[in-house]
């Protein structure tokens, strides 16, 4: 897939960072826009039409999550946040208000190009088709509820595990907040993490070849699980 | 009517001397537990008369004898009602404890240097004593020194009094089963003494009837006893002195065996009296020393405030019959319920206004108290030796009960108990938090020192790198741009490590706020750690050997996962590449085991406790990048969760870290909020 005449929009207020990312997407074939407040942000978004957004979250007039808000009322465009802030709690909040990805400053260029490139990838491919899906060393068919390893086995999905499994596959490649996931399982009203975390150990133990180092369901730390369908759409090396 | 008795020279100290010394005299005012209600009123009143004229410093006493505990509790509550007047006209009341009133009042008053003693008259009672001084005789005797004014009764007030006692003997009467069961020893003793008439003397048939006027002197009481003794009398005179089957004596010498029959069983039945009365003061002198030492041999062994308060009121509420209900100040001197807010719905609930006054008075208040005496409840104040830790409010069931001198005075006594006790715990807490506060500031400079070195060395590379990359004058090629370009990375890289590090460190130094809980599997946490240091890892080999039905752990996530990471970033500094690191863990009932282990060099001569202190390093002079906290933050991580890391050479030879957090995390996370 060529990524030319990819149009990104920048709303980042620090021209150190501004240039290094100009430079960035410029050598890798994107249109730069670049704005510095949030308010322009929001404008740049409704003129440019941009295919990706990279968004900072503090910003001087006001934070970078209602940039995400406001643009995500109308248009499905891919936002990355790129931001110093790392506690869990603001990486759950980009997540909630409908941010694909967070990459955590000081980034590494490689890094944040593999990250635009999933989440372009993942907008072109659009939802997964429900039913036989292909993970790494495992074939799932939701129709039947089992899951085939390469290696012969064959298991069974219980209904919950089944649900679980929907659900990450509806979002695939894309963090599904803890939230979210018991919302869509269980129901509205229910807040106990334990069972989810319980769930989600045995559908790895199901899919995954080792359990400890989940290939196909990773755990996004301190917001939720990311079905991993495309391996590139995930960076080999996480921010550490 | 009016007596002035005084065994010094009543002229010579009379009450001008008196009013014009230097301190303020005192006096004190005795009254009989006992004391016809009225006649105590009388005496009170004349003390205070005295009092005011004197301008003495006036206590009303009130002894307190073993008898006192058999009597009925009509005689109690006059007594309460006395001293309740008495505090209302501004006297004190003490309670002394003693056999003989005399004795306590002559021994309190050379204690506390009283000038002036109130008595009532003698009473004269229905019931000669005949052996015994009377109070006021003995006091006489006693007090040299003070002055002594007997207030006298008038002819009503006493046949009230004997009254009163009528009433008391009534009760006694009641007993009627004891008589009955007198009289029945008293045809027992017959029974056996008939069939030995003929085989014995008749001064051992006495004998018989002396020992079963025993037996019921020392079960009965003593008017059984007095019955028995007049029924064995009789019964010996009727069936056994001759002339037999009838009353007539013939001999004068038996008039002198019905005496002494008589003389021994009362005079055993008196001894029995007073030794049981006196048995039953100390039962409840002693019931009260093991209630105080079973609250403080418990409150000794608690370190939680909130849960030392919960005891107490169990202890309190159970002792004075009532619902309990501790308030604490807190660090703002505001009073809180211990154990959460108030219940609404109760309708015990303590009135602020009320345990602000306690407060600021540091005085009992409420029921029994000088300030707000018509509550329901009694408010006591928790005083440690230097300010005023809280409120205990007490709702008791028994109002009158509650108020008797024993019982308040033992619930003042735990009261007392617990606030020492609480006071404890918060001076520890604050030579805790003082320690902390002190580690604190020599962790900080310690800090400064360490990063203004450990930031300057990589900033100075990647000053160097940048100018030599923006003057053409260096004429860099490619590589050598490459080269440079990797360079400013990595110690960007560096630095980024030891600024969340340090930032994580400070974060965990001040305390456990921020602790956010979840449940967690072991395995997905050890999955997080391995996927972040994936790239590190590449050379390592990595065996995880987690059992799928280890339990959950109630643990803030990030952290631990945070913990595991730097256990490998550690393995891969400190080891070289190929090197196994296996994760093993193994639950145990209250804790969980974690165990990181290494097949590489190990500690060597070094002692692995040192690792865990900060900015220490392995190796000294190392080219590996890091100031040594990774370990110390492992360390704080796990001790934030109540749980330990301690290292040690693995059976290999390699190192083995082993981490233990608790299972049951849920409770252990309300001890460390409470004692923190």
């Known amino acids: 897939m060529t990524l030319a005449m990819h149009v990104v929009l920048l709303v980042e207020d620090d021209s150190g960072i501004q240039n290094v990312l100009r430079m960035l997407f410029e050598a890798n074939g994107f249109r730069v826009v670049v704005e510095k407040t949030a308010k322009g942000g929001q404008q740049a978004a409704r003129v440019h039409r941009p295919d990706i957004m990279i968004v900072d979250l503090g910003l001087p007039d006001e934070d970078g999550i209602r940039v995400i808000q406001e643009v995500r009322l109308w248009s499905p465009v891919p936002v990355i946040v790129l931001s110093a ?72 999905l219980t209904p919950l595990e089944h649900r679980m499994l929907e659900t990450l596959i509806r979002h695939a490649d894309r963090v599904v907040t803890h939230k979210t996931l018991m919302r869509e399982v269980w129901g509205p009203h229910r807040e106990d993490s334990r069972s989810l975390r319980v769930y989600i150990g045995s559908l790895r133990r199901k899919l995954e070849e080792d359990p400890s180092r989940p290939q196909n369901i990773v755990t996004e730390p301190g917001v939720g699980y990311r079905l991993v369908v495309d391996p590139k759409s995930v960076p080999q090396f996480p921010e550490s | ?134 109070t006021m005789a003995s006091l006489l005797a006693q007090c040299s020194g003070a002055e002594i004014i007997v207030i006298g009764r008038d002819a009503d007030r006493r046949a009230e009094a004997d009254g009163g006692l009528t009433a008391t003997r009534v009760v006694e009467y009641a007993h009627w089963l004891s008589y009955a069961a007198a009289l029945g020893i008293t045809v027992l003793c017959t029974l056996i003494a008939l069939p030995l008439l003929n085989h014995v003397d008749i001064i051992d048939i006495v004998m018989v009837y002396m020992l079963g006027a025993t037996l019921v002197a020392l079960r009965l009481g003593r008017g059984p006893t007095i019955l028995t003794a007049v029924a064995n009398v009789g019964a010996f005179d009727f069936l056994f002195v001759p002339p037999r089957f009838s009353f007539y004596v013939s001999d004068s010498q038996y008039l002198i065996t019905f005496g002494v029959m008589l003389a021994v069983a009362i ?51 159970g002792e004075s019959h009532g619902a309990v209900v501790v308030l604490l100040r807190d660090n703002q001197g505001r009073l809180r319920q211990p154990g959460g807010a108030m219940d609404q719905r109760s309708k015990r609930r303590p009135e602020s206004a009320i345990c602000a006054w306690v407060v600021e008075h540091r005085q009992r208040a409420g029921l029994g108290g000088e300030a707000f005496p018509a509550e329901r409840a009694m408010y ?35 009261a007392g108990t617990l606030a020492l006790a609480l006071e404890r715990v918060h001076l520890a807490d604050l030579a805790e938090a003082a320690r902390l506060a002190a580690e604190r500031a020599a962790l900080r400079s310690t800090l400064l020192a360490s990063i203004s070195h450990d930031l300057r060395t990589p900033l100075s590379a990647i000053a160097g790198a940048g100018s030599m990359m923006a003057h053409e004058s260096f004429a860099l090629d490619a590589h050598r741009v490459g080269t440079l370009g990797r360079l400013i990375e990595d ?50 080999r990595v065996q995880v050997a987690l059992s799928p039905t280890l339990p959950m752990l109630l643990v803030d996530g990030g952290l631990i996962v945070q913990m595991f990471s730097n256990f490998l970033e550690n393995c891969v500094k400190y080891t070289p590449a190929g090197t196994t690191i296996s994760i093993t863990a ?44 990774g370990l110390s933050i492992c360390r704080a991580i796990a001790r934030l969760h109540l749980g330990d890391v301690s290292a040690a050479a693995a059976p290999s030879g390699g190192a083995r870290f082993e981490i233990t957090l608790p299972i049951d995390a849920e409770s252990e996370s309300r001890k460390v909020s409470v004692t923190s």
């Open chain 1, 85 to 156: 802030r790392t506690a869990e709690e603001q990486r759950l909040a980009a997540f909630e208000a409908g941010a694909d990805d967070y990459v955590v400053k000081p980034f590494s260029a490689p890094e944040l190009m593999a990250r635009v490139r999933a989440a372009l990838r993942r907008h072109v491919r659009g939802e997964l088709p429900q039913g036989k899906l292909e993970l790494n060393g495992v074939a799932v068919d939701l129709s039947l509820r089992t899951a085939r390893r390469t290696n012969g086995r064959s298991v069974r």
């Open chain 2, 1 to 134: 009517m009016m007596a002035v008795l005084n065994d010094a020279d009543w002229q010579g100290s009379g009450a001008a001397g008196l009013a014009n010394s230097d301190s303020r005299g005192r006096m004190i005012v005795t009254v009989a537990p006992d004391e016809n209600p009225d006649f105590a009123e009388h005496l009170v009143r004349a003390g205070k008369r005295y009092a005011v004229a004197l301008d003495l410093d006036w206590t009303v006493v009130c002894v307190e004898t073993p008898p006192l505990l058999s009597n009925p509790k009509l005689a109690r509550d006059s007594r309460l009602e006395v001293f309740r007047l008495a505090e209302s006209l501004g006297a004190g009341t003490v309670t002394l404890d003693a056999a003989v009133p005399a004795v306590a009042v002559a021994a309190y008053t050379r204690l506390h240097g009283i000038q002036m003693i109130v008595v009532g008259a003698a009473r004269t009672l229905a019931r000669p004593r005949l052996l015994r001084r009377s």
């Open chain 2, 267 to 317: 005079i055993i039945a008196n001894l029995v009296a007073v030794v049981r009365k006196q048995s039953i003061a100390a039962g409840a002198r002693a019931h009260t020393s093991a209630a105080l030492h079973a609250l403080s041999r418990e409150l000794a062994a608690m370190r939680d405030g909130d849960a030392m308060a919960a005891l107490a009121s169990r202890h309190i509420a």
């Open chain 2, 380 to 414: 006591l104040p928790l005083v440690g030796s230097q300010e005023c830790i809280g409120v205990l409010v007490l709702w008791p069931l028994d109002v009158r009960r509650a108020l008797l001198p024993e019982v308040l005075r033992l619930t003042e006594a735990l």
């Open chain 2, 491 to 540: 110690k960007a890289r560096d630095m980024t490590e030891l600024l969340s590090n340090v930032l994580e460190l400070m974060r965990l130094e001040t305390g456990p706020g921020a602790l956010k809980r979840e449940w967690h599997s072991v395995e997905d946490m050890v999955g997080q750690a391995l996927r972040q240091n994936q790239g590190r890892l590449a050379l390592w």
């Open chain 2, 586 to 629: 193994v639950p145990e009932p209250d804790l969980m085991r974690i165990v990181l282990e290494d097949d590489g060099p190990g500690f060597g001569d070094l002692n692995p406790e040192f690792l865990f202190d900060k900015f220490a390093r392995g190796r000294l002079e190392s080219n590996i990048s890091g100031v040594g906290l």
